[in-house]
């Protein structure tokens, strides 16, 4: 099983996500809930993996307000 790791930063309105070491893996979800899902299809169409066959380590980062 492949492991992404992935980082989460919180702009205005919405969290950016970006995968470690994967071109182009750059996704968006407004709530940190949704993040990995929204991460894992933009990784699930650029790898050709299935959506549910890897892992995600996702790290968010804290924005001005903090995690809201």
Do not use: H, K
């Not at 893996?25 to 299809?41: K, M, P, T, Y």
Request: hydrophobic share 45%; glycine share 10%; proline share 6%.
């Amino acid at each position: 099983m492949n492991r992404y790791t992935a980082v989460a930063y919180r702009d205005d309105r919405r969290w950016t996500l970006r995968a470690v070491g994967v071109p182009g893996a750059v996704g968006q979800a407004v709530l940190l809930d949704d993040a990995e899902a929204a991460l894992r299809a933009v990784l699930a169409q650029l790898t050709g993996e299935d959506a549910d066959s890897f892992a995600i380590d996702l790290a968010p980062i804290p924005g001005p307000g903090g995690f809201d």
